[in-house]
């Protein structure tokens, strides 16, 4: 096997997440895991490598339901498992966003 990458575990979830490129183009897609630094999915086509994408994923944490609104780039796209999955790493979090992730992370995942 080889040495892992990741540079935050991942923790499974299954959820609509909707993901909107350059132009207003939006794709539907279901949320497989999640982590500090990213998700992975099923989304409806392949997205190219490098595609800027805009990232909408409601958690539903402690208080309240938080609407995470993100950019992030797709780190690759391709078949797997009979279906269409496309990783995507955030790219510009903000701390009280990456609070709100880590809060939904422990209440997934306990």
Do not use: W
């Amino acid at each position: 096997m080889g040495k892992e990458r990741r540079k935050a575990p991942r923790f499974t979830i299954h959820q609509m997440i909707q993901i909107q490129f350059p132009k207003e183009e939006f794709v539907q897609a279901v949320g497989i895991n999640l982590s500090e630094t990213g998700l992975l999915c099923v989304t409806e086509i392949e997205i190219p490598a490098y595609t800027k994408v805009f990232i909408m994923l409601e958690m539903q944490c402690k208080v309240d339901t938080y609407m995470l609104k993100t950019d992030g780039v797709v780190i690759r796209s391709a078949p797997a498992d009979g279906e269409i999955q496309t990783a995507i790493e955030f790219t510009s979090l903000f701390d009280n966003e990456k609070l709100k992730i880590q809060e939904y992370l422990e209440i997934i995942s306990s």
